[in-house]
C-alpha cells in the first residue's frame, strides 16, 4: 500500500516528533510505503530540529520538508502539492493531518484491511482526545441545513455565545463518544464501518476514489471547515464517508489553535462557515 502523508505544523516541533515517531513505529508493525510532507508553517524555524526530523526517520519514512509562510491549514497543503509537484492520484491513500497528534502502533496494520470498494471517498478514524477522554469522531453524523450552519456561524460572533457553545459541545462529544461507547462501537462496525456526513479535520484519510475528482485540495480558506468541504466534494461525486473506530489516533488537544487567541478563533470559525453557506447549496 502506497500512502502520502501530507502533515502542517505550526510551531509545535516537540509535537512533530511524537507524531513522527509514532509513525514510525506504526510502520514498523505493517508493509506499506509512506511518503510525508512535512509542511512548517512555523514563525521560527528550529534548524537543528528540522535536521534531526530528516535524519531520524529515514528510510522507513521518506520525509519531504518543506518550508512555507503560515498559509492556513488546507491552503499550505495546496501549496505543497503545486511547489513539489505531487501528484495524488499515484497514491492508494492521502493522509492530511495536523502534527499534534499520534496514531496507534497498530494503525496502517488494520488500514490495510479495510476493503476499499468503488463507493468509499473518506475514512474518518476514532481521534481519542486526551483532553476530554472521548471520540473526536463521528464529527458529523448528518448533513447539516443551512438554518443550523447559519446559527452555528453567528454563535461565533461573540465570546460568551462562543464559550457556552464549546461547553455544549465538549459536554455532547463527553457523553456520546465516552470509552464505553467507543469499545460498542469497536465490536459493531471494526469490519464494515458506519456511514457518515463528515469526519473530524485534523486527521482525514482520503482513497485513490476521492483523489481522483480532488487531487489539489483546493479549499481556500485559512482554518477550520474542511471536514464540510471533503464531505460536500464526496457527495457531490457520489463516495461515502465512512468512520472506523478500529482505526485509532490520538489527539494532544490543538498544539497550533489553543495558541490563538479567542477573537481570531472565533473569527476563523465565522469565515469558514461564510465560505461554505456561500459556496454549497444546502
Known amino acids: 500500500m502506497n500512502i502520502c502523508i501530507l502533515s502542517v505544523c505550526h510551531n509545535s516541533y516537540k509535537e512533530s516528533l511524537d507524531f513522527l515517531k509514532s509513525l514510525k513505529k506504526a510502520v514498523q508493525n505493517s508493509d506499506v510505503d509512506l511518503d510525508l510532507y512535512f509542511i512548517d508553517n512555523s514563525s521560527i524555524k528550529d534548524r537543528e530540529l528540522i535536521t534531526k526530523i530528516k535524519k531520524d526517520f529515514s528510510p522507513l519514512i521518506k520525509i519531504n520538508y518543506l518550508s512555507c509562510q503560515n498559509l492556513g491549514y488546507f491552503p499550505s497543503i495546496n501549496f505543497a502539492i503545486s511547489n513539489q509537484s505531487i501528484n495524488l492520484k499515484e497514491y492508494d491513500l ?3 493531518s495536523n502534527v499534534d497528534l499520534s496514531v496507534d502502533k497498530d494503525f496502517f496494520k488494520n488500514l490495510k484491511e479495510i476493503d476499499i ?7 474518518a478514524p476514532s481521534i ?4 476530554i477522554n472521548a471520540d473526536r469522531n463521528p464529527k458529523i453524523l448528518k448533513r ?9 456561524k453567528n454563535l461565533f460572533r461573540f465570546k460568551l455565545t462562543y464559550m457556552l457553545l464549546r461547553y455544549i459541545s465538549n459536554a455532547r462529544i463527553k457523553y456520546q463518544n465516552k470509552p464505553s461507547t467507543q469499545i460498542s462501537r469497536n465490536r459493531k462496525y471494526s469490519n464494515f464501518g458506519k456511514k457518515i456526513y463528515a469526519g473530524h479535520g485534523s486527521f482525514i484519510i482520503l482513497s485513490n476514489n476521492y483523489l481522483n475528482i480532488d487531487s489539489h485540495i483546493d479549499y481556500p480558506v485559512f482554518l477550520f471547515g474542511e471536514e464540510i468541504y471533503i464531505a460536500e466534494k464526496s457527495a457531490e461525486n457520489a ?4 468512520y472506523y473506530p478500529k482505526l485509532v489516533i490520538y489527539d494532544n488537544e490543538h498544539s497550533s489553535t489553543s495558541q490563538m487567541k479567542s ?3 472565533r473569527k476563523s470559525n465565522f469565515v469558514a462557515l461564510s465560505y461554505i453557506i456561500e459556496n454549497y447549496k444546502f
Open 263 to 265: 477573537a481570531s478563533y
Open 117 to 123: 470498494n468503488n463507493k468509499l471517498g473518506v475514512i
Open 94 to 96: 492521502a493522509i492530511l
Open 239 to 242: 463516495l461515502d464517508v465512512i
Open 128 to 131: 481519542i482526545s486526551k483532553d
Open 144 to 152: 447539516p441545513s443551512k438554518t443550523k450552519l447559519t446559527i452555528l
